[in-house]
């Protein structure tokens, strides 16, 4: 709020001292008297932690994962693919595993994504209309958000233990079999893990849906109105074209949020029964840091990567195709008002 | 003007809200009602287990692990937290110290090399200016995954392994910062820097002078964000520090977990000295952090 007003007040003495403005302006940021490394000193700090952190270790990943690179042995030798065929080779050690904790991922996300798409959106359809105590309510649905997942992992610990937690107390009030193991037998512990994860997150995206909402010209729904339009009429050629940009980010975002999936399955369930609920980050991150087998791991997180990356070309392409489709003057309208 | 100009100017927010308000005239009392009971019912269970988890650390040992749960502590007890401040092996304090000192210190670094390198990718022409910005948005695209093996040896060849600096530094490189205070200044006024280049000024005092002060609130959010994030993460604390007193709170909790499995009591006071710091944050400073997150949406 200040910074707005502070910058009117900024630009209204301004034109005093840029009489000759117009001049300026054409030279640009007046790159004349720009020494040509000032901009390079500015970026110097990021790009140095950018550079050691991100763009080598990315690198440098490939090259482990084509080594038989043990963290405890002296000698690291050269292996070329050998690390990625043993994955796919049934008979060696890593693969049953890692194949296990693929599908773990894969169901997580499987089952995640379309709640997390959903429900958040209906959720921001309820509150996006301006109410006494809506923002309350957003501040309620994103609380849980804030706190990390070490937290959640353990207050949910609690309430789905067995024999004293809460939920299978309240199931067991209403009638409802009250001992199911969520945290040890599947498919109970999946229903568990997708919850807790979409009541962690489930504002998250619920705020992001209503910035868009917000963004949909209001204009939109009036002519919708006057064209004798209903709810579900405006929602259907109205809202949901003005949220399309915002979609692809949404689901490309839980996506690789669900694909990542750690903690829930590290304090929850800690991948039980057995190693049904060990995630594929999970055993690339025991691999390779706690059995030091850092070729395996680096191999693993490329192929993981890989299915990763075929699912977002998908998407990306889904999504460009619904745009491409004839569409009613007014939602495209609504597309570009939402962004940019 | 961009949707993130909009979303930031007061002006457009008021009016996105009057046309909300517009637009509640015409809704019938039974769908405002309908809305009240559904947003009503959803919150009181949505906001139950933190309750929950509030109470549970005031109760006994006994009590937390009682059929049936109860709502009140009976008796009300502060045994929980004075038994895990002061066990040997739950450091608690030096965990929670650690994981203040790491988050201020990585959201100082993240806001201080976001904002130094946004300037001239928002504001200065040169060459290669198109490149860097492209690579740093790019790599919004790769999973952290394949970051954490060589990241680990790289880490552990800075002789960081098992030290604060490793969960400071590493992950200050933010491509959302560097995104995120572009944006920021580029919503500035040009005039302001061509007054000041005219009058001799040069660009480290224009940034210093001039962005820095209008930028304190973009500052805050990102700040607020980077903070969050690093007093919540697990997976990378918890593979690279060992001794327990290095640990940050929610790493230690971890371990906590497997030590203490049934004393829940326990478990839930840890979880709430963890969860204070974050849910304060939260109450006072709700709308930067609200903000930040629509903004980080609608960098799509």
Redesign the interface.
């Known amino acids: 709020?200040?910074?707005?007003t502070?910058?009117g007040a900024?630009?209204t003495e301004?034109?005093t001292?840029?009489s000759?403005?117009a001049a300026?302006?054409r030279a640009?940021?007046?790159?004349t008297?720009?020494k040509?490394f000032?901009?390079?000193l500015?970026?110097?700090?990021?790009?140095l932690?950018?550079t050691?952190?991100?763009?080598?270790?990315?690198v440098?990943?490939i090259w482990?994962s084509l080594h038989e690179w043990d963290?405890t042995l002296p000698n690291k030798p050269f292996v070329g693919g050998e690390n990625y065929v043993e994955l796919f080779d049934p008979n060696s050690v890593n693969s049953g595993s890692f194949w296990t904790s693929m599908r773990a991922t894969a169901i997580f996300t499987v089952f995640s994504v379309p709640l997390l798409l959903v429900l958040p959106l209906f959720?921001a359809l309820?509150?996006?209309?301006?109410?006494p105590?809506r923002n309350f309510?957003?501040?309620?649905?994103?609380?849980?958000y804030?706190?990390?997942?070490?937290?959640v992992g353990?207050?949910?610990?609690?309430?789905l233990?067995n024999?004293?937690?809460?939920v299978n107390?309240y199931l067991g009030l209403f009638g409802l079999p009250d001992d199911t193991a969520w945290t040890t037998s599947v498919p109970a512990a999946w229903v568990a893990l997708v919850g807790v994860t979409v009541?962690w997150t489930l504002g998250?995206n619920s705020?992001?849906?209503?910035?868009?909402l917000?963004?949909i010209p209001?204009e939109l729904?009036e002519a919708a109105s006057v064209d004798g339009a209903n709810s579900w009429q405006k929602f259907r050629n109205v809202t949901l074209p003005g949220l399309r940009?915002?979609l692809?980010?949404?689901t490309i975002?839980t996506l690789?949020a669900s694909?990542?999936m750690?903690?829930q399955s590290?304090?929850i369930t800690q991948g039980a029964p057995g190693r049904e609920t060990r995630t594929?980050?999970y055993q690339?991150?025991e691999t390779?840091?706690?059995n030091f087998q850092?070729g395996d791991?680096?191999a693993m997180?490329?192929v993981?990567?890989f299915f990763?990356m075929v699912i977002?070309v998908i998407v990306f392409w889904l999504f460009r195709e619904k745009k491409e489709k004839p569409m009613p003057q007014e939602p495209s309208a609504a597309r570009e008002g939402?962004?940019? | 003007m961009?949707?993130i100009e909009?979303?930031a100017?007061?002006?457009a927010v008021t009016a996105?809200?009057r046309?909300?308000?517009?637009?509640?005239g015409r809704?019938p009392v039974w769908a405002?009602v309908l809305?009240?009971v559904?947003?009503g019912v959803?919150?009181l269970l949505?906001?139950s287990?933190?309750i929950?988890?509030l109470v549970?650390s005031f109760k006994t040992r006994a009590d937390a692990?009682?059929?049936?749960?109860t709502w009140i502590p009976n008796p009300f007890t502060t045994q929980a937290y004075e038994t895990i401040l002061t066990a040997s092996g739950t450091p608690v304090l030096i965990w929670f110290s650690n994981s203040l000192i790491a988050a201020v210190l990585h959201s100082a670094l993240v806001v201080?090399?976001?904002s130094?390198?946004a300037?001239?990718?928002a504001?200065?022409?040169?060459r290669g200016?198109g490149l860097?910005f492209g690579?740093?948005i790019a790599?919004l695209?790769?999973?952290?995954?394949?970051?954490?093996?060589?990241?680990?040896?790289?880490v552990?060849n800075l002789g960081w392994l098992n030290s604060l600096v490793a969960i400071i530094?590493?992950?200050?490189?933010s491509?959302f910062g560097?995104f995120f205070m572009r944006q920021f200044f580029l919503s500035?006024?040009?005039?302001?820097?061509?007054?000041?280049?005219?009058?001799g000024a040069?660009?480290w005092s224009i940034?210093l002078r001039i962005i820095l002060p209008?930028?304190?609130?973009a500052m805050a959010t990102l700040a607020l964000l980077a903070f969050?994030t690093n007093?919540?993460?697990?997976?990378w604390p918890?593979?690279v520090l060992f001794s327990a007193d290095v640990q940050t709170?929610?790493?230690g909790?971890?371990t906590l977990?497997s030590a203490n499995a049934v004393r829940?009591d326990l478990?839930?006071a840890?979880?709430v000295i963890?969860?204070v710091p974050?849910?304060l944050?939260?109450v006072f400073l709700?709308r930067f952090?609200?903000e930040g997150?629509?903004?980080?949406?609608?960098?799509?």
Do not use: C
């Open positions: 709020m200040s910074t707005q502070r910058v900024f630009a301004a034109p001292a840029a000759d403005g300026a302006r640009g940021v007046s790159p008297r720009q040509p000032t901009p390079w500015f970026l110097l700090p990021y790009l932690l950018f050691v952190f991100v763009i080598v270790p990315s440098f990943g482990i963290y959720v309820l509150m996006n209309k301006s109410f105590g309510f957003r501040a309620v649905y994103f609380a849980p804030v706190l990390g997942v070490a937290v353990l207050m949910w610990r609690y309430l233990d024999n004293i937690g809460l107390y009541w998250f705020v992001i849906y209503l910035a868009a917000q963004d209001a729904y940009p915002i692809t980010f949404v975002n690789i694909a990542n750690f903690g590290y304090i594929a980050i690339i991150a390779g840091l706690r850092m791991a680096a997180s490329y993981l990567t990763l977002s939402a962004l940019r | 961009t949707a909009r979303v100017t007061p002006a996105v809200e046309q909300g308000e517009a637009r509640t809704t405002i809305r009240y559904l947003l959803l919150a949505y906001i287990p933190i929950f988890m549970t692990a009682g059929i049936p749960p201080v090399t976001a130094l390198a300037y001239p990718l504001r200065m022409r040169f200016r860097v690579i740093v790599t695209l790769i999973p952290p995954v394949i970051l954490i093996i060589p990241n680990y040896l790289i552990g530094i590493p992950t200050a490189a491509a560097v500035l006024p040009a005039e302001l820097e061509e007054a000041a280049l005219i009058d040069n660009r940034f209008l930028s304190k609130p969050l007093w919540n993460d697990f997976l918890v593979y709170l929610p790493a909790l971890g977990q829940y478990l839930m840890g979880a963890a969860s974050v849910l944050l939260f709700q952090i609200i997150v629509s903004r980080q949406g609608l960098k799509g």
